[in-house]
């Protein structure tokens, strides 16, 4: 009996442990800082001497501007002010995904490929109304319990980007999809666009030429 009971105590307090633990913690004062953390490089770009970017394969055109045009301008301007290398565009017939897929396409195109890496991918860019039923306390002459409801609208964009980087022996995708909604019902497409694109391009870069990204971190003062 007394070994029970021993047994019984020792589970008991093993329940107790992380409980107590928690206790403290939410009784003990703490910081939330944000500190600089080096992001992880999954492909070097320095480790080039060139990069062209080609065009892309859009899987479905925008009727406001030029999607292709617009995509492949914004990732040579973000380029030629963070790689230290060469940087250049090159116009490609693409008319379906298993060409990225295709060393020996991108071979014949670019034959002197030694120390280039290609930059190219699909998009799609769509745009859609949204409905939300909004509820509104009346005003202070009014009922106070009483609730109106009105229904706004709101324009969300959406830009689905596969990139590809692709050399002689190296074949790196990454896929996107940034969404974004705007109160103003007359929102236009190119103004949406960049808002989208400017996020892939710190989210790629980071991932391809490093630098700095802000995470948090909690210092537990005893």
Known sequence: MRRKRKKMKRSKLFLL?????LVCCSVTNYWKVRV???AKIVLDLNQYSNIVVTDFLIQKESKEFNLNQEIVKYFVEGLEQQFKGKVSSKKV????EELFQDKDFWKSLFPD??????????ATYTQEIRKAILETRK?????FYSRSQAIEERRFYTLDLSLYLIDTK?????????????????QTAPFAFFDLVERVKGKLFQSLLGG??????YLIKD
């Not at 442990?17 to 633990?21: D, K, Q």
């Open 93 to 96: 017939s693409l008319d379906k």
């Open 17 to 21: 442990l992380p409980l107590l633990f």
């Open 113 to 122: 490929q030694e120390g280039t890496v290609i930059l190219t991918g699909n």
């Open 212 to 217: 700095e990204r802000i995470q948090e971190r």
């Open 139 to 143: 005003k202070r002459d009014e009922d």
């Open 170 to 186: 190296t074949l790196y995708t990454r896929a996107f999809k940034e969404t974004q909604g705007y109160n103003n019902p007359n």
């Open 36 to 38: 600089e953390v080096p």
